[in-house]
């Protein structure tokens, strides 16, 4: 068993990996099916393991290879990505099941097998970018999961999926070159590519090639956003979103924007922040400003969308807003804030998704006026979406209100009054934007299209459940949310210049 | 006069950011959704040659150890570039698979016509 606990930060990437292959030579929908289940059921195990061992016995090092660090490629586990590998993992796990009945809707036959290939090569590169600790490897990893979410996008049923995936790839990949950009320039200043060296050799460097580092700081900063949709970078979100399997999207809204904010969060602060005075580098103010942006700009244009899966999509570039406010703040309650909306966002979103998912998957339609009166004939659903759309909004008592806390408290530690009321104006646009659709959905009479719905099938019922009831508890108890997230938090100021 | 005597000096970087300019304005600038992706292997591989110029280090001989030399030129620029090759070909291979795709359900690459015909009911 020891050996086996030994490797684990390995087999985290390398299962789903070798599971890919797998279904790619069984090439059958209902045994790739499996495989996928499987896997999904692993990784979570996987990480909690990881997570108890860092919370026992700090930082994990893990050399890819044996090779040593910093010549070799270090996998290295400390709260904050651990944290991170056990989101991406559960909600895996726990959307695995509503697969296979929403696959089985909206993907031809042919196609299923590959479907759950690309969906395990995604969750190999997402998983292997929280876990690495070398810069050029999480590139790769950042391109894998990426190429992977490009197909699982154009397998959407409306014709409409093919031109945003290209359009997202064309966005997606502007973004991973500048990145690469970036780590060059770093590799040019300290002469390494792992994650840890770098942050120790920059700081000599400052002092004759600050304009250089800036210049690296900029690119990782614009390619890193890139991929996770902050204000003016977003525009491949809505139409990637509105337009993949409904599966697909509750999956990557919950997860691949995550895992670039968690990048962003070690390169601001394990990296830069830990050789160079943040007061000399401007981001944090640009940060904000465009979270704010988000915030605000994001969320209005979520009202006026008829088209539900739209909504929510712009709604989670403005939650995403919420997420990088907190990274911006740089200190302890703003950056616990942001850590914590990470996983809030990520269950909310999943169930917003999953339900709507199920709707698509029994009244056929998601256009806000089509789906008059659904509440009637799918009350459990719908249930679970009024759970997460109050959670959006920050009720007392769901996880939404957690976060949105934590944010405005780091924003009076920093004495600026001014965030605070946009984080309360961006809520009650939220409560717009939520509340419409709940009145379309319990208060009306019902339309053709949901006439004929009635709830899906409990495979497709019971993660949507679970999820709508985690927004619940983790908003009551929030040990293993905010807890966990203040600790890394903690570990990640602790080590600022 | 000095500046101008650098970039002359260094003529391969200016090489690499104006390919890098014109690989991001033939993205941007261009309708056609294989120009668009012909623009993005142009911008890739300025970023290649980002990479393995400053490799080169001067008076140093091929990465091969020897006796005789002591002074090598640095083989690990080479081997990310090669990994980021392979990145770019697996890209466009995707972007060229999605080409032919959006082509067999739209009849055409232009990215404004298809815009206009999705606008149509």
Same mark, same amino acid.
């Given at each position: ?74 996998? &290295? ?33 042919? &196609?299923?097998?590959?479907? =759950? ?148 969060? &070690? ?25 704010? #942006? ?111 806390? =934590? ?28 509340? &419409? ?53 903690? #570990? ?6 | ?70 002074? =090598? ?49």
């Amino acid at each position: 068993m020891s050996a086996v606990a030994q490797h684990l930060p390995a087999l985290q990437v390398v299962v789903p990996l070798l599971g890919a292959v797998l279904v790619a030579f069984l090439r059958r929908g209902g045994p790739a099916f499996a495989i996928a289940l499987a896997v999904s059921w692993a990784m979570p195990a996987i990480a909690v393991a990881l997570l108890w061992q860092v919370l026992h016995t700090g930082t994990i090092s893990y050399a890819l290879g044996g090779w040593e660090p910093p010549f070799g490629i270090e996998y &290295r586990v400390d709260i904050l990505n651990a944290f991170v590998l056990v989101l991406v993992s559960g909600v895996g796990a726990v959307t695995m099941p509503y697969a296979y009945r929403s696959v089985g809707f909206e993907i031809p036959e042919e &196609r299923r097998a590959w479907f =759950y290939c690309m969906y395990l090569l995604c969750l190999a590169g997402l998983l292997g970018i929280t876990v690495t600790g070398d810069a050029f490897n999480a590139f790769v990893f950042l391109e894998i999961s990426s190429l992977a979410t490009y197909v699982l996008i154009a397998l959407g049923p409306d014709r409409r999926a093919l031109l945003a995936a290209f359009q997202y790839l064309i966005m997606g990949t502007i973004g991973a070159t500048f990145y690469v950009i970036g780590v060059g320039l770093l590799y040019l200043l300290t002469g390494s590519l792992n994650l840890a060296d770098v942050a120790v050799r920059l700081e000599p460097a400052w002092a004759d090639h600050a304009r250089t580092i800036v210049a690296a700081l900029a690119f990782i900063t614009v390619g890193i956003s890139l991929k996770l949709a902050l204000f003016p970078l977003h525009a491949w979100l809505p139409n990637a979103y509105a337009y993949a399997p409904s599966w697909v999207t509750a999956f990557l809204s919950a997860t691949a924007t995550k895992v670039a904010i968690y990048l962003l969060i &070690r390169y601001f602060f394990s990296i830069f922040g830990v050789s160079i005075d943040f007061r000399h580098l401007p981001v944090t103010e640009i940060v904000i400003a465009l979270s704010v #942006a988000a915030m605000l700009i994001a969320s209005l244009i979520a009202v006026f969308e008829t088209d539900v899966k739209r909504m929510l999509a712009y709604s989670s570039v403005a939650q995403i807003g919420y997420i990088t406010l907190g990274i911006g703040l740089v200190n302890q309650a703003g950056l616990t804030g942001g850590l914590v909306h990470v996983v809030n966002h990520a269950v909310m979103k999943a169930v917003l998704f999953l339900a709507l998912g199920a709707i698509f998957f029994r009244a056929g339609t998601v256009k806000l006026d089509e789906l008059a009166g659904i509440g009637r004939r799918m009350p459990l659903t719908m249930t679970a979406f009024t759970l997460a759309g109050f959670s959006l909004v920050g009720t007392p008592g769901t996880v939404g209100f957690i976060s949105k806390w =934590y944010l405005a408290v780091g924003a009076l530690d920093r004495g600026w009054w001014l965030l605070v009321a946009v984080i309360v104006a961006s809520s009650m646009i939220a409560l717009i934007y939520v509340g &419409r659709v709940l009145e379309v959905a319990w208060l009306r009479a019902p339309s053709p299209q949901s006439g004929k719905a009635s709830e899906p099938p409990l495979a497709m019922l019971l993660p949507v459940a679970v999820m709508a009831v985690a927004t619940v508890y983790f908003g009551i108890d929030t040990e293993w949310t905010a807890g966990i997230a203040g600790a890394a938090a903690k #570990a990640l100021l602790g080590g600022l210049r | 006069m000095d500046t101008i005597a650098t970039l002359i000096a260094h003529y391969n970087y200016v090489v690499t950011v104006f390919l890098m300019m014109t690989g991001l304005y033939i993205v941007v600038a261009r309708g056609n959704l294989v120009k668009k992706l012909i623009g993005l292997a142009i911008f890739q591989t300025s970023v290649y040659l980002l990479y393995i110029e400053p490799g080169k280090i001067i008076g140093g001989t091929a990465p091969i150890l020897d006796p005789a030399f002591s002074i =090598y030129t640095n083989p690990l620029p080479h081997v990310l570039i090669l990994t980021a090759i392979v990145v770019g070909v697996a890209t466009l291979a995707l972007g060229l698979a999605l080409v032919v795709r959006i082509n067999e359900a739209y009849g055409t690459v232009e990215e404004d016509e298809i815009i206009r015909r999705d606008r149509e009911p």
